[in-house]
Structures are given as C-alpha cells and as structure tokens.
C-alpha cells in the first residue's frame, strides 16, 4: 500500500513538472491565443476543420489557384503542438502546414486536390467546448450519388441494469417474526423492477438470480460483468436484533475494500486484463497495473456513490430510511472493478411493521418505483456515450429564423444526423421545437 501511494505521488509529480514549461510560456504572452487541438471530418462533398482555442480570435480565410490551397490566418494565434496537423489528410486536403506571420500570427494552409468553397465561422464556448474556428471546404466536383445516400446513425444500445436478488437456495437470508425469509422477498422485488425497467426506454434488465437457487458472490459479480451490466443493484432486507431498527440504507464499496481488492484481481490477470480500457496488464510491471487499476477502482465507487444517493433520496420519499446518506462497505458483491455497483437493504424484516411491508406487492411495487427513478435520475446525467439515453443529454429548442444546418453546425455534426435523430423530414422545424442533439465527439 506504501509503495503505491510512493508511486502514485511521483508519478503525479512527474506530470505536473512536465506541464511547467507550457504554462510559462502562456504566461509571457497573455494575449496569445492557443490552438489545442484540430479535428478534421467529412460529409458528403464537405471536409470540416475545426480549431479547438482556449479564445476568441481574428482570422481571414482566401484560396489559392494552381495548385489549389486555402490559407487561413488567425492573429496573435499559436499552435503549440507542430503534432496536430501531421498526416491530416483525406482525399480532398493533401495535407495542412503551418507558419508564423509577423512573429505573432499563425498561418495555416491547406493543399488540395481540387477547387473548393471554403467557409468560415467562428462558435461560441458552450456548456462543454469552447471558442471553436470552422472551416468548411465545399468539394465542388465530389460525386453526386454519395450525396444521395443516408447518412447511417451511430449504433446506440440500450443501458444494462443487473438486479442481484440477494441470497437464495441453501442460504435463506434473514428472517422475520412472520417467517418470512429475505432470499424470496428480494427475488419478488427484484422481478417488479425487473418488468419496470423492461418498459422503461432505453434501459435493458438483467436478472442476477431468478429462481431459488445458491449463487455465490464472484458469481453474481462474474454474472453482471458477462452481461456488460453499467450498474448492479443488490437487493437485501436487513436484519438486527433489535427489532425497533427500521428504514433502507444503500451501500457502496469502500476504498479499502477496494484496495485489497486490487490485490486479488492483479492475482488473476487474465481476468484483469480486460478491465482498464484495452490495458493490457501482462506486461507492465505490477505496480503500473495496481496504479491503473486503482484508479478504474476509484472512478467506478465514485460512480456507485452517485447513482446510491439518487435511490437513496426516492428511498427517502416513500418511507423512513435508516442512515441519511450511503455508506460504504467491502461487500463482496460490490467488487467489480468496471461495474458500479450498489447494495440495498430494502428495510429491517427483523422488525415487525417493516416486515409486514416487505411482504406486501403493492409497497414492493413501489420500492421497484423508487429504485428506478434513482437509477433513471442518475443516468439522465450520466449515460454512457454509446446508449439511447445519452441522447436526451442534449435537448436544443429552435428559436425564430434557426435552420437546421445552423443548429447541425452549432453542435458540429451533420445536418441529415440531425434530421434523422430527430425524425424529420425536410427543412421544416417549429419555434421552440426540442430537437435531440446526438452525442458526438465534439
Ligand atoms: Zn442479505
């Protein structure tokens, strides 16, 4: 653990002395803008550029015959990694290189294979991008039929809710005065958010457990892994001797059940070597695969955290709750390093009013409710990029004189992505009309 934290701290030291001689160049030259990243894409008969700039720029844009270029200079500008523009080219541009004008401006040319209609345009920061130049080259002679043809959609899937049915066979749970025994209640809950989520969109359930039969924990944590599950959720009713003890709590893994965790999964690097993004962990050395993996480790508790307090307050609006905010443990099921994950315990079957409540369908139906406007608050926020849901994360209402392509270009993506996101067909939009921006990369 010393050793990490040793590694962990000079690897951090390491980045930030690296980041030093960037930031006192910004310094000397406060009015310079940056250039911090070039994009290039292609649609149709159009190659877009687009300059990422951490401000506000002056620029001119004029072509050039024999051979064809387009020269762009942006004032008081400066690329600050030569690396951008290398092997930048598709069959329209051959290639882009850079110069400095006057000592402070940059200029950029574009080599061509053909004649194009170059445009410009400068956008506003928004929520997340910040003062971007636009330059369209309009490929006058790219061939019609292509033009034609749809655009495909980017292929979206729906998110994977893993609903663990805590206990089950041999291992009955705990029971109550009624004789009620926890492993049914939490397969009965775990069937009514099971159809729930069914019919909610862009969601897809998972049933860890769906019968009473043993299941282990690595197993039930295997299980969701195989099923690409973006969360799982525990269901228990808890249990105490006391029997006055009442209300839900929702757990999260805690850092150090993580951290021995660490050790285990590194012991079986074939299974971790999946895990970090396309890391392979064979063969770096240990400590590069437990800062690595650590790090997933942290990301994915934050992430359980999250989703936790959002079920944690639905819990809150239907019945009391145990402890106000979610606590953390190092329950076994909790430990998949790439899956948030959350445990529930439902309410106490040790105390008899409570117990009588987990017996009831209709207050299981709405535990299902609560658990899933939880679940469906919180990836309203955060959908991963590849889902359905991601798509609701953008909504923009057209407002009087807006065209489509100027709303298609606002947020840098193709006006029949657009169109066909959003269902229509031509130009025609309403004022104040919501349209679903599609998640892109920009
Ligand atoms: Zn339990």
Redesign the pocket.
């Known amino acids: 653990m010393d050793n990490r934290r040793s590694f962990l701290k000079r690897f951090i030291g390491i980045s930030s002395m690296a980041a030093a001689p960037v930031l006192s160049r910004v310094a000397e030259a406060a009015q310079t803008a940056r250039v911090s990243n070039i994009r290039l894409s292609q649609s149709y008969n159009r190659t877009r550029l687009v300059f990422d700039l951490d401000r506000n720029i002056d620029h001119s844009i004029f072509r050039l015959h024999n051979p064809e270029r387009v020269v762009l200079d942006i004032k008081d500008t400066q690329l600050i990694d030569a690396g951008l523009i290398e092997q930048m080219h598709n069959t329209l541009l051959k290639g882009v290189r850079t110069g400095v004008r006057n000592g402070r401006d940059l200029r950029v040319v574009l080599d061509l294979n053909n004649q194009v209609t170059p445009r410009s345009f400068l956008l506003r920061p928004e929520a997340d991008a910040g003062h971007r130049l636009v330059i369209d080259l309009e490929d006058k002679d790219y061939a019609a039929p292509v033009v034609k043809k749809k655009e495909q959609p980017k292929k979206l899937r729906d998110i994977v809710v893993a609903i663990d049915a805590?206990?089950g066979g041999k291992d009955p749970?705990?029971s109550g005065h009624l004789g009620t025994r926890?492993k049914d209640i939490?397969l009965q809950i775990a069937r009514k958010l099971e159809r729930l989520i069914k019919k909610y969109p862009g969601m897809k359930p998972v049933l860890i457990r769906n019968g009473d039969y043993y299941m282990g924990l690595r197993e039930r944590v295997q299980k969701a892994r195989e099923k690409k599950a973006d969360l799982l959720i525990s269901l228990?009713?808890?249990s105490y001797r006391d029997t006055r003890a009442r209300g839900s709590s929702v757990y999260a893994l805690s850092v150090d059940g993580a951290s021995s965790e660490t050790a285990r999964w590194l012991a079986e690097k074939e299974n971790a070597s999946d895990l970090i993004g396309g890391v392979k962990l064979d063969n770096k050395d240990d400590m590069v695969a437990e800062v690595l993996l650590d790090l997933s480790l942290t990301g994915t508790i934050q992430s359980s955290l999250d989703v936790g307090d959002e079920v944690l307050g639905e819990l809150k609006r239907i019945g009391r709750v145990h402890k106000r905010r979610v606590q953390q443990a190092g329950f076994a099921v909790l430990k998949s390093p790439d899956v948030p994950s959350i445990l529930l315990?439902t309410a106490f079957i040790s105390n008899p009013r409570e117990e009588r409540k987990l017996r009831s369908p209709a207050h299981q139906r709405k535990t299902a409710k609560a658990i899933l406007r939880g679940v469906s608050d919180y990836f309203s926020r955060k959908a991963p990029p590849d889902t359905w849901l991601s798509l609701n994360n953008k909504q923009h209402k057209a407002v009087a004189g807006e065209t489509l392509s100027a709303i298609a270009n606002r947020y840098d993506i193709g006006t029949e992505e657009l169109r066909v996101y959003n269902r229509i067909n031509g130009n025609q939009l309403r004022i104040g009309q919501p349209l679903k921006i599609p998640y892109t990369s920009a």
Request: glycine share 20%; no cysteine; charged share 30%.
């Open positions: 805590g206990h749970g705990a926890e939490t228990h009713a808890d315990e």
